[in-house]
């Protein structure tokens, strides 16, 4: 039963249980009755900052965050690639894409577009180390800003995969003004809300 809390399995849930289960998250679920109350996020309220600003400033977690993203990324991949065709596109923009797990999923399907990775500079290190040396590297741009500013210009398609859920309406309309502002003509956004 145990299995997928291995870090050698395929889809492992590992980075999940860890980044759930560490100090900072399970304060700020402790404080859940509060922002019910409210609609504050209990993470600032208890730790003082913003959780993205948390992680930016500690690598361990910022790094159990990055495996959880991507174990859970990796379980909804094949669905993602089944139920959409990604070959007419030259350029596809991850927004907030962390380690590319997604994008190079797509890429390694398709051989014909290239990929930026758009994500704060910190969260892009674990991209940078799991693209260090591979082939796909070639064909993968890496691009630091913050979404609520801009994205990456000239994409085809956006991809927003586990993004706007973290953020109020008012910011998430600002995330996706940002995307229409960067893309082509006839660009097209991928929204994963869950």
């Given amino acids: 039963m145990s299995r997928m809390l291995r870090p050698d399995v395929a889809g492992s849930l590992r ?3 860890l980044y759930h289960g560490s100090r900072v998250n399970v ?26 600003e948390h992680l930016a400033d500690t690598p361990e977690e910022s790094s159990a965050f990055d495996a959880a993203m991507h174990g859970v990324s990796s379980t909804e991949i094949p669905a ?21 797990t997604l994008l ?3 890429l390694d399907r398709e051989a014909r577009p290239r990929g930026v990775i758009y994500d704060l500079d910190h969260a892009l290190d674990s991209a940078r180390r ?10 993968i741009e ?6 609520f500013d801009s994205v990456a210009k000239g994409g085809d ?6 993004v706007v859920h973290d953020w109020s309406d008012q910011d998430s309309a600002r995330i996706l003004r940002n995307c229409r502002a960067a893309m082509s003509a006839r660009g097209r956004l991928l929204l994963n809300l869950a």
């Avoid at 404080?31 to 600032?44: K, M, N, Q, W, Y």
């Fill in 15 to 17: 980075g999940l249980a």
């Fill in 27 to 52: 304060l700020a679920w402790q404080d859940l009755a509060t922002s019910v109350r409210t609609g504050e996020p209990a993470f600032r309220r208890v730790n003082g900052r913003s959780f993205f």
């Fill in 80 to 100: 993602l690639l089944a139920s959409y065709d990604f070959s007419g596109f030259d350029t596809i923009v991850d927004v907030g894409g962390g380690d590319g």
């Fill in 104 to 106: 190079t999923a797509i």
């Fill in 130 to 139: 799991r693209l260090a040396g591979a082939a796909l590297a070639k064909r």
């Fill in 142 to 147: 890496l691009v630091a800003g913050s979404f």
């Fill in 157 to 162: 398609v956006y991809l927003l995969k586990h």
